[in-house]
């Protein structure tokens, strides 16, 4: 008899335990997610005179931009896409119109305002080029281009892997400065300073779009010599002005959208060549100066984080080495999302491995002070605008 109620007994231990190492994991989940959703818009999307929290104590940039500034969002998009998230945008930038184009429309149905002539074809690069067609006499100052997802790992950890942060922290009026033309991705990880080289073959490619780069950009730039390597931010999320897009002839983007259509490679090689060409079509023929980084497009991070967003790490006029603090950010920013991910995402994971999920929700909770407190201390340096200045300056040189 003994034997036999040692089980239930036993059981009735270990049950209130492992229940208790669960609710511990839900807390430590909570806690994680806090500071991420606090910092997910900027101040425009607040009553900054109320009781709340202050601006400042959120790490949120009140400075309005130029409200004389046309702004096109272009958004490509799926059917099922959410984009409720941009309805806030038009209270931090003015003259914001949101133009979202549909991908995978089905043709017996009746059209979206805007699309692509084909459904399902060359990704966002299809609907881009069909967009500078379309709007050809008709553009914006500015036109941006972006994907539908409110929080896609396409953006930068330190923009708080957010697209609403990230446009609303955006300075508009640096975009021409930089020869029309700027990628949101600021991130040299897996993209520069050199990435894609043409001479490659399939035999010797190091990554899948690579063998294709050369065929795709002679039959779109046909009178423009290859360059033998590219280089730039992933992801296809950028600004450009209105003289960008017209310093091409409107048949530019027709050829290209036609190419897109037509072509035999699958559209997620189609579409990724595409990644590193956006540059080029730009600032191939710009003026001199901006020429130079038409193929390896890559702006040194601090200085692109400060002048283009306003988050400056460190300030270098005190002697302090910022060369690598975004990519410092960014990599703890990554080793959180991971833990997340494998971790606590999944409650079967929490209820399975309660201590390993407790260990990881620690460290995120650590973590995310850590990033927290680094950037409100960098959005506050932000607002030195000789700061942002010099930074811009050495935008390309890395000088600090």
């Known amino acids: 008899m003994p034997s036999r109620r040692r089980g239930p007994v036993l059981l009735a231990c270990i049950v209130p335990l492992f229940i208790l190492y669960y609710l511990v994991c839900l807390r430590y989940d909570t806690r994680a997610g806090s500071s991420r959703s606090r910092l997910a818009y900027p101040s ?5 005179g109320s009781n709340s929290a202050s601006a400042s104590d959120l790490g949120l940039d009140t400075s309005v931009p130029d409200k004389n500034l046309t702004v096109n969002l ?3 998009s799926r059917r099922k896409d959410d984009t409720s998230w941009t309805r806030h945008l038009s209270a931090a930038i003015p003259n914001l119109k949101v133009i979202r184009y549909i991908s995978d429309y089905l043709p017996d149905e009746p059209l979206p305002e805007y699309h692509p002539p084909v459904p399902k074809k ?10 500078m067609y379309d709007f050809y006499h008709d553009l914006p100052d500015i036109s941006i281009f ?29 975009i021409a400065a930089r020869g029309g033309y700027a990628n949101l991705r600021v991130s040299w990880f897996e993209s520069c300073p050199a990435w894609i080289n043409t001479t490659h073959s399939l035999k010797d490619a ?16 046909l009178e423009d010599a290859v360059p033998e390597e590219f280089a730039g931010p992933c992801c296809a999320q950028f600004a450009v002005t209105r003289e960008a897009i017209r310093r091409n002839h409107r048949g530019q983007y027709l050829r290209s959208r036609s190419w897109l259509v037509n072509t035999q490679l699958k559209s997620s090689i189609a579409g990724r060549t595409w990644e590193y060409m956006w540059p080029w079509l730009f600032l191939h023929n710009a003026p001199e100066g901006f020429r130079d980084h038409a ?15 306003g988050i400056c790490f460190g300030d270098p ?12 950010y960014n990599e703890r920013w990554i080793e959180k999302e991971a833990l997340r991910r494998d971790h606590l995402e999944e409650w079967w994971n929490r209820l399975l491995h309660p201590f390993n999920a407790a260990a990881a929700a620690r460290r995120i909770a650590k973590l995310e002070n850590e990033l927290e407190r680094e950037l409100l201390a ?23």
């Open 44 to 48: 425009p999307f607040l009553n900054v």
């Open 206 to 221: 190091v990554h899948k779009e690579e063998p294709y780069m050369r065929s795709t950009f002679q039959a779109n730039f």
């Open 146 to 174: 972006v994907h539908a997802d409110e929080q896609p790992w396409h953006i930068d950890g330190v923009l708080q892997q957010s697209l609403p942060f990230a446009l609303t922290h955006l300075d508009l009026t640096r």
């Open 317 to 328: 006029r005190s002697g302090t080495d910022v060369h690598e603090a975004g990519g410092k």
């Open 122 to 131: 060359g990704r966002e690069a299809t609907i881009y080029h069909t967009y």
């Open 74 to 76: 272009v958004i490509a």
């Open 295 to 309: 193929a390896k497009h890559c702006p040194a991070e601090w200085n692109a984080y400060c002048s283009m967003y």
């Open 378 to 400: 960098a959005l506050e340096r932000g607002r030195d605008q000789d700061l942002r200045d010099r930074a811009f300056l050495g935008l390309f040189s890395g000088q600090q």
